[in-house]
């Protein structure tokens, strides 16, 4: 089983501040990375896909890079709305979550 | 849009069964590999089992096989996941998603409690 390792597993930021948030696999995923956000109470929402594409309703402050076994999500100009756990996902060798991190403002 | 409306969830003792479902609606159900992903209180996601589009086909995790049975019906667009011999680590928000590899749309989630 692929394992993802995500880090930190919590995060304080001042509004205005650029947050990047890591993930790394165990083996090579080829770029098959999903990001979600859960807000409390809510179910997660799609933010990220393929690594590095913005799904449909994201702002562009969100964004996703990386390749092979490690990826980031960087959030620009953190707004209050923001505020949320966030969470990484492989389905290059079928499904594995990492354990998350939760987003705190300062 | 897209919906996904998970019912069926509860308090439910050790040992006993449950049966939750998943209506969906705003998208050709019958295209879609579908999943029920969990998530325990105060923790991290996890998927639990997925089915392939026309159901000859089902995936779950190590921990659940032989408990869970994932079922469709397509002519009525609904998602089923059948839970024998509940143990208390199965309690969790359990939610349907709709699945591209990664998951594009997800329920509002049900709540299984298993507690004597």
């Known amino acids: 089983d692929i394992q993802m390792t995500q880090s930190p597993a919590s995060l304080s930021a001042s509004l205005g501040e650029t947050v990047t948030i890591e993930c790394r696999a165990s083996e090579d995923i080829y770029s098959n990375l999903a990001w979600y956000q859960q807000k409390p109470g809510n179910s997660p929402q799609l933010l990220i896909y393929d690594a590095n594409s913005l799904a449909d309703g994201v702002p562009s402050r969100f964004s996703g890079s990386g390749s092979g076994t490690q990826y980031s999500l960087k959030i620009n100009s953190l707004q209050s709305e923001d505020v949320a756990s966030y969470f990484c996902?492989?389905?290059?060798?079928?499904?594995?979550f990492g354990g998350g991190t939760k987003l705190e403002l300062k | 849009e897209v919906q996904l409306v998970e019912s069926g969830g509860g308090l439910v003792q050790p040992g006993r069964s449950l049966k939750l479902s998943c209506a969906a609606s705003?998208?050709?159900?019958?295209?879609?590999?579908m999943a029920w992903v969990r998530q325990a209180p105060t923790k991290g996601l996890e998927w639990v089992a997925s089915?392939?589009?026309?159901?000859?086909?089902?995936y779950y995790r190590d921990s659940v096989k032989g408990r869970f049975t994932i079922s469709r019906d397509n002519a009525k667009n609904t998602l089923y996941l059948q839970i024998d011999s509940l143990r208390s680590e199965d309690t969790a928000t359990y939610y349907c998603?709709?699945?591209?590899?990664?998951?594009?749309?997800w329920g509002q989630g049900v709540m299984v409690t298993v507690s004597s």
């Open positions: 998603a709709k699945d591209i590899g990664y998951y594009s749309a």
């Open positions: 996902q492989q389905y290059n060798n079928y499904r594995t």
């Open positions: 705003g998208f050709t159900y019958s295209n879609y590999v």
């Open positions: 089915i392939s589009t026309g159901g000859g086909n089902t």
